[in-house]
């Protein structure tokens, strides 16, 4: 009987520790996106076993009710939470705030921490770009030291990375999701204007010459927006922005999936502004992003995206110095106008073949238009009562491709990257004349307001076709002789190559026909020490090199025409990053210099034109250096800066025998503040949940207007200080699933 008991009972115990004992399976999500996040670390700490998420942020794990889990992800911060019952348990983690842990892709074209990568750069992160909420993507940019993106209004923009602002070449190179946003070799001023702003999940910027891997035109920088992405999550969002000079923004937004191989992102806005504070800034964008991600299969990931931007502005021109000192804030012309229509589309093919190698490879279309009756091409001789303008037409129509593979050895940690690309896009321009009306003032030196009086529509300022073929390979290595030190070493290959046909213009009489290509080298080797674990060091050296684009080798005022040289560039780099006092203090911090030969610039001439000339040699170096303090839960203290010098080391401004000043050498290059800086201040209270509020201050010191230095722009700002000094203010409250917020910009007028 006894031994009956006891089997009895023996059964029940084991009945009951049986029940108690068992799986946990889930996903894990991001906080903040509701992307799944593959390759997260899942540890039972109790029992002491670890798993990891798939592809899709699926794990499962033995364990039983009140053991103590701990999670973590590159780029996320760890937690640890007590089981509660087994069964479905799914995990929510937030991204953490400027950790060297952070994954980035631009780099090398391929996922790793922020810290293994020797090179400069910057990152805005989704958290970043949701309590910023931004009209325009230059509040993002001007968060990077090193990144100057001058607000031109609607949208319109110039871009500086280690360059003077508004430099008219083009020395930086726009991404998206890893393709350029525009052909190389056609001109990217303004080309963010072709992005969809609220379908911006992140954005990375790597400073100083990436040609090895993204070639040509990213001198400067190359800047990789990371679209939004289908999510694990069903996700839905509907925004509405509006100001106090009715503009507005209506944007819509759905993340999931079909079924568990079939997932999509869609992305909607429309903007408007209407009746301005500034005249003749009226402007309408529509833009449409749409993305679909099918799983072939646990290794195979299929993935195509279709962008579309339809854009009209008003462009407000310039307000000059009498009508700006007497208070007058009108322009002189009320006709100028740019008119954009971008499509873009992508096909993806991304296959592991096991965990040592990679393959990639995209082919895409572009199509693009661009009208422009522009205010900076106006062409005025004082005294006169005309002047001439020009309407313009760009179009390009590209198809290509971009195949990578990667793969990791066995000795050294060594990953060893090839690629390959090819770019084939037909390229009309023509630019016809518009004769003007010129009110003058009292005297005839200056210009109240233009009018046009004609527009000779068969009168050619420029015209031609080019079939413009981008050809690039790149090899690239990386390996560990030791355990704390990097070492990268990559090459590329260009050919730029384009056959052309001139048509008649005022200036040329007959067709002619020709062609003309480029070749070049880029070179970059690295070094990445780990000093500790949260201590880096790197050193870098790439050359950069840009040619001419189209449209300034095709212009009629370019004296050397399609000789004018290509530019070239010797960067070099010295930096570190560290993670102090527990990661609640983030530092980096780069020294770098950048030696460029043939550089072009506009020289303005005395009829208000621009002629594009080669420099023998230029000099860009500085220091960038960035801060972020988080003391608390509540407090976050952050900093971007950068003391830059820009000059010319040898250019030949005039070889006319009456100028008296010939060079310039050792002058100041214009538009080139020697310090632009960016610091906000964040405050989150604990005992109001989801409420923020941020103070963020934009400065840059005052700068030359020309190449001479006899005219400084140095007006006085925000506490004085002179040059560009703005206060903005940031506020927002989260109800829920619904969220308010007020920004506030030049609060101190």
Known sequence: ??????????????????????????????????????????????????????????????????????????????????????????????????????????????????????????????????????????????????VTMTNLNNEQHAMSIRQPMGNMSAYFLYLEDGIPIRTMGVFNHNALIELNIPAINSIEVVKGPASSLYGPEAVGGSINFLMLKPTAIATFKIGVQADNYDYYRLNFSATGGFSKRLGYAVSINKTAQNNGWLLNSDYNKEAYSFRLDYKLNAKTLLWSSYNQVDYLSQMSGSVDSIAFYSRKYTSTTD??????????????????????????????????????????????????????????????????????????LPFWNTKILVGLSADNSPHQYDARRQVLNAQLRLGGLSVEKYTIRRFDENVFLTNYDAKLLNMGSWIQAEFNATKQLKTVVG??????????????????????????????????????????????????????????????????????????????????????????????LYIDITFYQNKGINEVVSVRQPDNSTIPTSTGSTLHQGVEYGLNYRPNASFNFRISATNALHKFEQFILSERS??????????????????????????????????????????????????????????????????????????????KRMELFLNIYNATN
């Open 658 to 735: 009456a100028d008296v000043l010939k060079n310039v050498n050792g002058f100041i290059m214009p538009s080139s503040p020697n310090f632009m800086g960016n610091a906000e201040i964040t405050y989150k209270p604990a005992k109001i949940k989801g409420f923020r509020i941020s103070a963020e201050w934009q400065y840059m010191s005052s700068w030359y207007q020309n190449q001479v230095n006899s005219i400084e722009y140095s007006d006085a700002g925000f506490l004085g200080a002179k040059g560009i000094s703005l206060l903005n203010i940031r506020t927002g409250y989260t109800i």
């Open 1 to 146: 009987m006894k031994t009956i008991i006891m089997a009895v009972f023996l059964m029940i115990l084991a009945s009951i520790i049986y029940a108690q004992n068992g799986v946990v399976k889930g996903k894990i999500y991001d906080s903040l996106t509701n992307e799944a996040i593959p390759n997260a670390l899942i540890f039972n700490k109790t029992e002491n076993i670890k798993t990891i998420s798939d592809i899709n942020g699926f794990y499962i794990i033995t364990a039983k009710k009140g053991d103590l889990m701990q999670l973590g992800a590159l780029g996320y911060n760890d937690i640890t939470k007590s089981i509660d019952s087994i069964g479905n348990f799914n995990f929510f983690i937030t991204a953490s705030s400027q950790s060297l842990d952070e994954v980035v892709v631009t780099a090398n074209r391929f996922l790793q921490k922020r810290i293994d990568a020797p090179i400069s750069m910057g990152k805005v992160s989704a958290k970043m770009i949701a309590e910023t909420k931004p009209k325009d993507i230059f509040e993002l940019l001007n968060k990077i030291s090193g």
């Open 335 to 408: 006709f100028t106008y740019r008119n954009v229509a971008a499509k873009r589309a992508r096909l993806t093919l991304e296959h592991n073949w096991n965990e040592n190698n990679n393959t990639s490879i995209t082919a895409y279309w572009r199509n693009n238009t661009i009208n422009l009756n522009p205010t900076f091409t106006i062409r005025w001789i004082p005294a006169r009562d005309s002047a001439q303008n020009e309407v313009s037409s760009s179009k390009f129509n590209s198809i290509g491709f971009i195949a990578q593979h990667s793969t990791k």
């Open 491 to 584: 090459i590329r290959y260009d050919k730029i190559a384009f056959d052309y046909t001139s048509l008649p213009t005022l200036t040329q009489t007959t067709t002619a026909k020709g062609k003309k290509s480029y070749e070049q080298f880029s070179p970059r080797i690295a070094l990445n020490y780990r000093i500790h674990r949260n201590i880096s060091l790197f050193a870098n050296y790439a050359k950069g090199f840009v040619q001419a684009n189209l449209s300034t080798l095709f212009n009629p005022t370019n004296p050397q025409g399609l000789n004018l040289a290509p530019a070239t560039f010797n960067s070099y780099e010295l930096g570190g990053w560290a993670s102090l006092i527990k990661n609640k």
